[in-house]
């Protein structure tokens, strides 16, 4: 999933720019710094750092390039966007994200592939397709390189010339951001500029002290970035409840509490998984202030857990905000990011397709008188205001709960309400009722998430011995068989799909087949129906799934109970739907036939199908 990332920027030691005797400033200048030639120890990614001689207007005037030795081919270029720039201000391109975040404590400004180097590789910048700085090894002979190299750093030591930038005029002094980050500084340590003729005072602002709500602003971008600040407040959620997120959240005092709505009172606080904190921790921060995929945060440099004295200098109580469903609109939960929050009505879990994966359940509030959110078009004609009302209000009416935890199908979950371990006697089902459930809002992965420390009540559903009584003679039900693939996926040959050039979707061994074979026929026993429409299963010429089935189902009843219709390929896509039923009660007449029409398979014209071709 694409995310935004944006510019970092760093406090910076200035002097005036000014070359005593020069006919006019030099022009618009961004040079390379420094490289990290990762992957090093920790998972370090690949790392270019750039920084801003001069004031850029527009960054979209110039590139960076990586070429192979500096005398091989030219590797890929990154084209900045448009934006701007101010003298002094860091830019980091990575290859990737998350190994740099945990790493380096804060989000780099871009990732690209141009970052992917060797520590003696050539770095250019282009300035209108011209380039004005190299960085790194510009030929085979090792003479005259403006950089050092040790252990997988490279550092700057010089300029090289160009036409727009008089390098005679400048030095370079101090350690640059990465070697600070190589000694486990939690925060880049700039260079100090100065001019070689007149080096004059260094102009050091300090960190700003400010309230929470003036770091988070009332927009989706925090007006602080880049700045550094202390900030004071009491966790409410911290790394001992969400361990893999890094980091804690702080929120304000009551008596510190603005009185604009739009400025949510709470902010995480990344601190590269120090666990230094519990709930409840009167606490001051100094860090950088960030735009961490739209969440801000402060990349903390320092946290101090206040002393008894401090915190009786004044009322530090926290009340968490109230969320109401439905919402005006999703984007107002960006004034209660970072807080505490409280969801006194009664929402149901109404989603948990990404459980297992991500550890997300979703909970919300129905529609009217309903027992859980349904599907629009489930209930109203596609396209009628019916149908948009409910998916307005479907939308507005939702939160996602989130486990904390950034690693995909973990061996073990969490219980998205008590979070205690998963269990099949801890278990939660679909319709399950949460009454003033309490937790902390998050944004990540283009959703506002709640991370929960607690609720009031819980009331979980259960199961029913058999399904409701309907009348009638004949049971007609339905089950996805979860890609079920009779041709195993060896993960080279796509061999399967109607043209068999598509990839098998399914068991990627025999045991695994093995496995997905007992538990679906378990299941088509306990259903015990006279017609059953299948999901998901193998549509690949000459292999029938549905033969398969059928003749476990029949070993398992011990008698030829169920038989198939046998369609063959249906539709062009890798898997298809298809029938099995028991002779007994219901019996084929005529041919079978497939529903594969443009006008069905696309019905609202969109140039993509929405429906799978219908046996």
């Excluded at 935004?4 to 006919?23: C, D, E, I, W």
Aim: overall charge negative; aromatic content about 8%.
């Amino acid at each position: 999933m694409k995310r935004v990332l944006r510019v970092v920027s760093l406090v910076v030691a200035m002097v005036a720019t000014t070359v005593p005797g020069a006919a006019a400033a030099p022009g618009e200048m961004l040079i390379v710094t420094g490289v990290v030639d990762g992957p090093l120890t920790g998972g370090i990614p690949k790392v270019v750092e750039i920084y801003a001689v001069t004031d850029i207007a527009d960054l979209s005037d110039f590139g960076v390039g990586s070429a192979n030795n500096g005398g091989g081919t030219d590797g890929q270029e990154f084209t900045f966007p448009a934006g701007s720039l101010s003298a002094g201000d860091y830019v980091y391109i990575a290859t990737e994200a998350v190994a740099f975040e945990t790493f380096f404590g804060f989000a780099p400004t871009y990732t690209s592939g141009m970052a992917s180097i060797n520590g003696d590789d050539a770095i250019e910048v282009f300035h209108l397709g011209a380039v004005v700085d190299t960085f790194g090894e510009i030929d085979q002979s090792g003479v005259g390189q403006p950089w050092e190299y040790t252990d997988g750093w490279a550092k700057r030591i010089g300029l090289t010339a160009s036409a727009s930038f008089d390098v005679s005029d400048w030095t370079f002094s101090g350690p640059d951001a990465l070697d600070g980050v190589a000694t486990n500084s939690a925060a880049a340590i700039p260079y100090a500029i100065e001019t070689a003729a007149t080096p004059g005072p260094v102009v050091d602002g300090g960190p700003l002290t400010v309230f929470i709500h003036e770091v988070q602003g009332p927009g989706a971008v925090s007006p602080l970035v880049g700045e550094t600040v202390i900030i004071e407040g009491v966790v409410v959620g911290d790394q001992e409840t969400f361990s893999r997120l890094a980091g804690f959240f702080v929120q304000e005092e009551d008596v510190d509490v603005d009185d604009n709505a739009l400025t949510s009172e709470g902010v995480f606080v990344f601190n590269s998984f120090r666990d230094s904190v519990s709930i409840g921790d009167v606490v001051r921060v100094e860090g950088l202030v960030q735009e961490r995929f739209n969440n801000t945060q402060i990349s903390a440099t320092s946290v101090e857990v206040l002393g008894e004295e401090e915190v009786l200098e004044k009322n530090r109580t926290v009340t968490p905000a109230e969320v109401v469903f439905p919402l005006d609109a999703v984007s107002d939960l960006e004034a209660v990011e970072g807080m505490s929050v409280v969801f006194s009505q009664t929402l149901v879990v109404s989603e948990y397709f990404n459980y297992d994966r991500f550890g997300e359940v979703v909970i919300a509030l129905p529609f009217g008188d309903e027992d859980r959110p349904y599907t629009p078009t489930a209930v109203a004609e596609p396209g009628s205001a019916e149908m948009l009302e409910r998916l307005s209000w479907n939308l507005r009416s939702r939160i996602t709960i989130d486990d904390g935890i950034t690693s995909q199908n973990p061996n073990e979950v969490i219980h998205p309400i008590n979070r205690d371990p998963f269990t099949l006697e801890n278990r939660f089902r679909g319709g399950d009722e949460v009454t003033g459930i309490v937790g902390t809002i998050y944004f990540d992965f283009g959703l506002y998430r709640l991370l929960p420390t607690g609720f009031d009540t819980y009331d979980r559903t259960e199961r029913p011995e058999s399904p409701d009584e309907v009348g009638g003679r004949l049971q007609v039900a339905t089950l996805n068989a979860l890609n079920y693939f009779v041709t195993l996926d060896d993960g080279v040959n796509d061999v399967c799909g109607a043209d068999q050039s598509q990839e098998c979707r399914g068991a990627d061994s025999v045991g695994e087949f093995e496995r997905q074979r007992v538990k679906l026929i378990a299941a088509l026993v306990g259903l015990d129906a006279d017609v059953v429409g299948l999901v998901e299963i193998e549509n690949t010429p000459g292999v029938s799934p549905l033969a398969d089935i059928v003749s476990g189902l029949n070993d398992a009843l011990g008698a030829r109970t169920y038989d198939y219709i046998d369609t063959g390929v249906a539709g062009t896509d890798a898997i298809k739907v298809g029938i099995i039923y028991k002779p007994a009660a219901v019996t084929q007449i005529g041919r079978t036939a497939v529903l594969d029409s443009p006008e069905f398979l696309d019905p609202t014209g969109s140039g993509e199908d929405r429906n799978r071709a219908a046996v």
